[in-house]
């Protein structure tokens, strides 16, 4: 799946996994605040298990640290498309955001500010921009942006960071989800690896033969290669269901009645369904 897609994912994962809305299941509400500013967070979290390509969106999201990360990453977890595109990732990322939240510091002015969450929420906010191409190549810009947001939640909102690894862990197995639909697959359960049977690989006509490669990779490749038109008609309302959501919390925060809005937009379109049909 494309980094773009994958990123808007992770967004409209967020949204409705926390929102409280009638769009949203609310399975983990968080407040207005955390559902935007968590809602690129975790499109940046969906980037994560490409950390171990050295040329891909996160290498270029925020230079020099984001291609000194990838180098090392890639290094540890086998290349592209190995231990970070597993359970154990996924695992492994969670539990990194949640001792980076025990980093903190207290002040007399401000409290108990969060560092480590600040930082990953910088590298992870920077990811997300770079993907979706809201600061397009301006490097500076999306520095400033990334620190800025980091900085404003983990000093004026520190409490917001509790959601952190849940919003890690949510946003890597999205990105896994969705490469696990293309035909590439992913070795879910590295660092094991079960090739197919010889009798799989000799009978190509089998349905078996795209979902478990020669390699031990799985897919369920419904989306078929990255990029398809498949993939586009999917992500096209999934990435609009992600702006809806934000946009929502937005209008929520700044003290807009958006619950009538739906209720009255709701019986309208029933009435001209009902009028329709009856």
Aim: aromatic share 12%; hydrophobic share 50%.
């Amino acid at each position: 799946m494309m980094g773009g897609h994958h990123a808007a994912s992770g967004a409209a994962a967020w949204v409705a996994v926390t929102a409280s809305t009638p769009i949203a299941f609310g399975w983990y509400p968080v407040s207005d605040v955390g559902i935007m500013t968590g809602a690129l967070v975790c499109a940046g979290a969906a980037l994560l298990p490409d950390a171990d390509h050295h040329n891909g969106t996160i290498s270029h999201s925020l230079p020099p640290v984001s291609e000194a990360l990838t180098k090392a990453v890639s290094a540890v977890s086998g290349g592209h498309r190995n231990g970070t595109h597993s359970i154990i990732g996924v695992a492994v990322f969670t539990a990194i955001a949640w001792l980076a939240g025990r980093l903190s510091f207290h002040t007399e002015t401000f409290g108990d500010v969060l560092v480590g969450p600040g930082i990953m929420a910088v590298l992870l906010i920077a990811f997300a921009v770079r993907a979706l191409k809201i600061t397009g190549q301006r490097r500076w810009w999306t520095w400033t942006l990334s620190v800025s947001l980091a900085v404003f939640v983990a000093v004026f909102a520190p409490e917001e960071w509790y959601w952190m690894p849940f919003c890690v862990g949510l946003g890597c197995a999205v990105h896994i989800l969705g490469d696990f639909l293309t035909t590439r697959g992913v070795p879910l359960l590295w660092p094991l690896r079960f090739r197919s049977p010889r009798w799989v690989r000799r009978h190509r006509w089998l349905p078996f033969d795209d979902m478990w490669s020669p390699k031990g990779n799985l897919s369920v490749p419904l989306l078929g290669d990255a990029g398809s038109w498949r993939e586009w008609a999917l992500m096209t309302p999934v990435s609009i269901y992600a702006l809806v959501g934000v946009a929502w919390a937005v209008l929520d925060q700044m003290g807009f009645d958006t619950l009538s809005v739906w209720d009255g937009a709701t019986a309208l379109v029933a009435g001209a369904v009902e009028g329709i049909t009856g």
